[in-house]
């Protein structure tokens, strides 16, 4: 967790509030040291763009890393159809790989 790059995330969220990968990207940075406070920052990323497909992957990996592997299912699959809905068959087939070695 790098504080001068949350902090300066945090002040270019409150300039543009909207910007969906700002949010994304605090929620990478509390990823490894506050769990639970990258889930808000994803959660928020999919209210701001519920198309934004990294986020899904995220909070898989975050709930399989929590021991919630039901959580972590759902929200794997929900992101693999959301991938292909938006054509993205990479990041479909990443979360499949991560899935299937569950």
């Known amino acids: 967790m790098n504080e001068e790059r949350i902090k300066t ?3 270019l969220l409150q300039m543009d509030p909207g910007d969906v990968f700002t949010e994304f ?3 990478l940075e509390f990823l490894e040291a506050h769990p639970e406070r990258a889930q808000a920052h994803f959660y928020q990323t999919l209210e701001k ?5 990294a986020a899904y992957f995220q909070l898989g990996k975050l709930f399989f890393d929590q021991g919630d592997e039901k ?10 159809r959301v991938a292909e809905e938006v054509g993205d068959a990479h990041a479909a087939g990443e979360m499949q790989d991560f899935l299937d070695q569950m």
């Open 9 to 11: 995330l945090q002040q």
């Open 49 to 53: 763009d519920n198309r934004y497909v």
């Open 25 to 27: 990207a605090l929620g």
């Open 71 to 80: 959580a972590a299912t759902d929200w794997l699959e929900k992101g693999i």
